[in-house]
């Protein structure tokens, strides 16, 4: 096993659960766009894993798009700010578009990313998938169309989520212990 496993203070979800509702999930977006013109928005760095595995699954044609995102600067707290990296936002007139990320937290850079979009790409429509979501209060007025897993506000890792760049090739998805986010240097 992966020996940064040994941070974990408990693994919320195993590689087995993530893959069985990738597949509910990618069933009801197959269903939901089957026969439109879909063009798929991957926020990176965090959603490279969700990406992949999800769009595997697809039985519907799509184009891929990535937009790379930065929200959180290296620490466990968003501060509210998001740096959405790129030269030209492609004209998207005549696509539905759905836009993906690994986990919606205070939802600002979820709003941020569909507000690009709606106000440069020209699309039909807009709609947004998470892997997780918080349960705590969001600083938004928007929640993703389809969610693959509620959770508590804790800090996680694993499946393409990271602490200071470390832990997204974990398989699975778990709580990182306290005193690595309070003792850095360990
Ligand atoms: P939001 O803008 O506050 O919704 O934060 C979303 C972004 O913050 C995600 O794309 C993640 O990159 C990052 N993030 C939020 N919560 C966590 C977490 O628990 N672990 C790792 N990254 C997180
Ligand atoms: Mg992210």
Redesign the pocket.
Known sequence: MNDATNDLERILFHEDEINSRLDELAECISSQYDKRKLTVVS?M???LMLTSDLLVRLKIAFDLRCLN?E??YGE?K?IGE?YINVKRMPNLSGSHVLVI????????????VIEKINFECNPVSVSSLTL?K?KKA???NLIPDFVGFE?DD????GYG???KGRYRNLPMIGE?KREIITNPSS
């Open positions: 926020i760095n965090g959603s995102v929200s959180y466990t968003s998001v990320d690994d986990i919606f937290d205070t939802g600002r850079t979820l709003e941020s997780l918080k969001r600083k938004v959770v804790l800090f996680l890792v989520l990271d602490y990182l």
